[in-house]
């Protein structure tokens, strides 16, 4: 048996008991005499200990009052109280007493408190009100055993509740009270409607109140009873129902209720009209229901037929279906007209459903005229239909100020949204034309649009790619101009750095300022397309001021992750200086840390990764040269380069047809070099002068003071840095040739020699020279492996002028004459001059002939020396036939035993050397001929004695004597030493006069000859 039917046959036992009590009341009008024997007999009749305070008994009209009524709980049930209020009267039908009947006319609850409890097992405590243990056994059998009763006519027709408190408690659920409860029925009847009023309060501000009629009732299904009545919310919350029946998730949410409903019930269904409001919290707008609708007998349903919600100003109507069980769901129809975005997108949420877009379109404002389709749950709801935007501002990350689009019209499915053609602005000054797709738009919400336009500022549409993290200009750069975009953007909308685009940028009129150029880049027009990996532009004019004209291309593949460049620059008599100055903006730099200038006519290719951490770009191409001057930066002056054609790639530079003039020489030739990680080259230069000092100056080693007499020096290549530095890694193979290679006073003309460089060594082999008038030939061979270089010198010279030689190199200015010719044997270290003459190891041989030696009479300094006459010594020099001598290098000095020197009165052989700061240290003895010795003894005044000392056994004139001082002052010396063992080896073959004779002819003064 249901609640209900079981509380209906439970009110009616307790009526008829009262009835009977009234009737007791009435004939011996003396109520509480008989108060114990009344609440007996209505605790029997109840099964229910019945207790009141006391009893009073009213004529006119007849009414009997029971004052302070406790009725106890059965047994059965927790709790101690089952109805508890402060009074219950009864009003009887006087003519009914008449007839000896007690007939109850009206019944009155004043301010009772009921308790209706449900035990673990499910049964109502209200079930076993008034029934007999075998009532409730026949309760329990089967429907199949017990017949249906026919509904007997209520008892009492008119009920009143006033001020009423019910308690609702059930197994595992929180108990429910509502007070203030009002409830009225008049003429109740089970065969015809008759009018009611229910009045609840659920909290302090929270009742429910009905009024209408109901019936004819169907005990066994009440629900299925008719019912036509005003239902009034006050601040209601249909979550506090949750104790009685299942309330829907998506009503439970609702919040509170305000306003009223008409009920219609029929037995299939129910029908609601009327208008509600969800007054929401201090915080939020409240929302307006107007509701049209229909639900079936067991509530699983609404049926929505011209109803509508109302949300600060927004109107938005609604018809179709929610259903309730077995889970929430909606079919609707939803229109609307010039809504509010902002306060429909506030509305989902303030119904208990998720808000649209997520978080994509917060702040999103304007007006909608929409006819959109609602379907599924409300945690995954879908829209179907069109949409028309007016005026909408949507905010973006990034934009200081929302996008603003006048129009949008839109075609709304499921999971995704299609617009079409729209102007869209963004601040302050940038207006684009938008069509495109958002894909999952109350999800992820991915992007697909195509942008286009007329001509826009570069610099709106630089600001709109920055504020997206597309900013593509670097610290300093500035682009300005016209830009015509065609462009398709793709990627999750709420993340605009991830977005990718396609399509293609007309440039016009641009002006790109970089940094390391002097001018802006002038660009008449260009055409940039993007994909989503790659920006390509095919070639185009740019232009530097009235110095550069290059036409350009380029293709940036991975923009968006790792950029990498291919670029084509191509000019024609372009300015050199500009040229350079844009490959180091665009990331590369062929010339660290110098400068050009001049004109150029080159194509280059430029390719590498743009990254901060990325080496610089690699460069390729070829180029031609004219009138331009490089100075790279390690040289003290610019090359003046005529011309020079040039062909180069990472791998390879070629450079033929080349005219460069620096450090006072105009060269000539060729060069290449492959592999520049380990370089081979190969090379071909001739020139008029090499300067060696003048070289070393523009590499910017200040060159040594030279001293006399080191004039011969090699011009020695600086030493590299360790195998680290390119030159270590250098092999090379070529041709040098000069007219004339300078270091100093000293000169070589002309000069040539094949070059080989291979692990840090310089070898030229054969050198080939002309060495004032005359020549020699060679092998120089330098190795730079060390510290400080070492070189190495062998080969020969030929018919050399002596006096050429040593006068533009030495002091020793027209003091020597003659042709020479010989060997030489060098080695040396280090690249000044002490510490190279210092090291020198080696060895030579050297001739003379045809000389002779200016300013010095050496046969006069003999005769001087020996004191003797008959050779002729006014001439100033002495002839030279020849002199021949083989020698050695070491110590700083240049060492001979066997030096020999032929005039036509005598031969010198000196055994000694000269060191190379100017010293002369020899022991010589100068043979006369015959004849001029027979002359010389013949004339002498010393006469025999001559012949006795100064002659040997063949009786030549045999002078011993020591050259010192300087080539430019020497000092001759008798080397008496010498002299008397040349006399102690002849007096062992024939006698001699005294030694002390010989010595006191000596120390006599000498007498020149006339």
């Known amino acids: 048996m249901s609640l209900a039917r079981k509380a209906f046959w439970g009110l009616v036992a307790l009526v008829v008991l009262l009835l009977a009590a009234a009737a007791v009341f009435v004939a011996t009008f003396d109520a509480n005499r008989h108060r114990t024997t009344i609440l007996a007999q209505l605790s029997q009749s109840i099964n229910r200990p019945v207790d009141a305070a006391d009893l009073e008994l009213q004529l006119w009209p007849l009414r009997l009052r029971l004052n302070q009524v406790e009725v106890r709980e059965a047994p059965d049930f927790a709790g101690q109280e089952f109805i508890r209020a402060r009074a219950a009267q009864f009003d009887f039908r006087f003519r009914s007493l008449l007839r000896g009947e007690a007939e109850v006319q009206a019944l009155e609850l004043v301010e009772p408190t009921i308790y209706l409890r449900q035990d673990a097992a499910g049964r109502w405590n209200v079930a076993t009100l008034g029934a007999s243990p075998e009532a409730e056994t026949s309760a329990e059998r089967p429907a199949a055993e017990t017949a249906p009763a026919p509904s007997p006519a209520p008892p009492v027709t008119n009920w009143l509740v006033q001020q009423g408190t019910l308690v609702v408690e059930r197994a595992g659920q929180p108990p429910l009270r509502v007070t203030g409860v009002e409830f009225g029925v008049s003429e109740l009847s089970p065969t015809r409607p008759f009018p009611f009023l229910l009045a609840v309060n659920f909290a302090p501000d929270s009742r429910l109140s009905v009024q209408g009629s109901l019936g004819p009732l169907d005990l066994a299904a009440p629900l299925r009873t008719p019912l036509n009545a005003e239902v009034s919310f006050e601040n209601f919350r249909p979550v506090d129902l949750r104790s009685l029946v299942s309330v829907p998730p998506l009503l439970a949410q609702l919040g509170a209720l305000e306003g009223k409903l008409k009920v219609r019930s029929a037995p299939e269904q129910l029908e609601l009209n009327g208008a509600l409001t969800l007054p929401g919290t201090k915080e939020q707008s409240p929302v307006g229901l107007e509701l049209a609708a229909r639900l079936p007998a067991d509530f699983s349903r609404m049926e929505l037929s011209e109803s509508r919600i109302e949300h600060q100003g927004t109107r938005v109507s609604l018809s179709g279906s929610i259903t ?74 990034g934009f200081p100020q929302p996008l603003r689009i006048p129009a949008l019209d839109l075609r709304i499915a499921p999971d995704r949204l299609e617009a079409q053609p729209f102007p869209l602005t963004f601040p302050p000054d940038l207006t684009l034309t938008v069509s495109g797709t958002v894909e999952d738009y109350r999800g992820a919400a991915r992007l697909r649009a195509r942008l286009t336009g007329d001509e826009v500022p570069v610099e709106s549409l630089l600001a709109l790619a920055t504020r997206f993290g597309k900013n593509p200009l670097g610290p300093g750069q500035k682009l300005s101009g016209r830009v015509r975009p065609d462009v398709t953007l793709a990627g999750p909308l709420a993340e605009p750095a ?513």
């Open 498 to 1010: 991830q977005l990718t685009y396609q399509g293609l940028l007309s440039f016009r009129q641009i002006s790109l300022t970089l940094p390391p150029l002097p001018e802006p880049v002038g660009i008449e027009a260009a055409s940039l397309s993007l994909t989503p990996t790659r920006l390509s532009a095919e070639p185009f004019t740019a232009e530097i001021g009235q110095k550069l004209r290059t036409q350009a291309s380029f293709r940036l593949e991975n923009y968006q992750t790792r950029p990498a460049l291919e670029a084509r620059v191509s000019t024609d008599n372009a300015d050199l200086e500009a040229l350079v100055a844009l490959l180091r903006a665009m990331g590369t730099d062929p010339l660290p840390g110098g400068s050009a200038r001049g004109r150029v006519t080159a194509t280059l290719n430029l390719s590498g990764v743009l990254e901060e951490k990325a080496g610089p770009l690699a460069v390729s191409g070829q180029g031609q040269l004219a009138s331009a001057s490089l100075q790279p930066a390690g040289l003290t002056a610019p090359l003046a380069i005529e011309q020079a054609r040039i062909e180069f790639n990472r791998r390879r530079l070629a450079v033929a047809d080349l005219r460069l003039s620096a450090a006072g020489s105009t060269v000539r030739g060729s060069l290449e070099v492959e592999d520049f990680d380990a370089p081979t080259a190969r090379f071909d230069f001739r020139g008029d002068v090499l300067d060696v000092e003048a070289l070393q100056r523009l590499f910017g080693t200040a060159p040594v003071p030279p001293r006399r007499a080191a004039r011969l020096s090699l011009p020695v290549v600086e030493a590299q840095e360790k195998s680290e530095d390119w030159f270590a890694r250098l092999t090379a193979r070529g041709r040098l040739a000069f007219d004339r290679v300078r270091h100093g006073t000293f000169a070589l003309a002309p000069f040539a020699a094949p070059v080989a460089i291979s692990k840090q060594v310089l070898t030229c082999d054969p050198i080939e020279f002309g060495l004032y008038d005359g020549g020699g030939r060679g092998r120089l061979v330098v190795d730079l492996r060390g510290a400080e270089p070492r070189t190495e010198f062998n080969g020969l010279l030929r018919n050399v002028d002596a006096n050429k030689l040593l006068s533009e190199n030495t002091d020793s200015k027209n003091r020597l004459y003659g042709r020479m010719g010989g060997t030489l044997r060098v080695a040396f270290a280090g690249r000044e001059r002490r510490r190279m003459t210092g090291s020198a190891r080696g060895e030579g041989q050297l001739t003379l002939v045809n000389g002779r030696l200016a300013h010095v009479n050496l046969r006069r300094e003999l005769v001087l020396l020996g004191q003797i006459a008959g050779v002729s010594y006014q001439e100033r020099d002495t002839p030279i036939e020849d002199m021949t001598t083989n020698f050695e290098i070491s110590e700083g000095w240049v060492r001979t035993n066997d030096l020999a020197l032929r005039t036509p009165d005598m031969t010198v052989d000196a055994v000694g050397g000269f060191s190379f700061n100017d010293e002369l240290a020899f022991e010589a003895t100068a043979t006369f001929t015959p004849e001029a010795s027979q002359r010389m003894t013949e004339r002498s005044p010393l006469g025999r004695l001559t012949g006795n000392i100064l002659t040997d056994d063949q009786g030549r004139v045999v002078i011993p004597f020591l050259v010192r001082g300087t080539f430019a002052r020497p000092d001759f010396d008798l080397d008496m030493s010498r002299l008397l063992e040349m006399r102690l080896r002849r007096g062992r073959s024939r006698p001699a006069e005294t030694l002390k004779e010989m010595l006191d002819r000596l120390r006599r003064p000498k007498k020149p000859s006339q």
């Open 324 to 397: 309730w069980s077995p889970a929430t769901a909606f079919d609707l129809q939803l229109k609307t007209s010039a809504a509010d975005l902002a306060a429909l997108r506030r509305l989902p949420p303030r119904l208990g459903l998720p808000a649209v877009g997520g978080k994509t379109l917060e702040g999103l404002a304007g007006k909608l005229t929409a006819d959109l389709a609602l379907k599924g749950k409300p945690e995954a709801w879908q829209l179907a239909g069109t949409a028309q935007l007016r005026d909408l501002l949507f905010p973006l990350e």
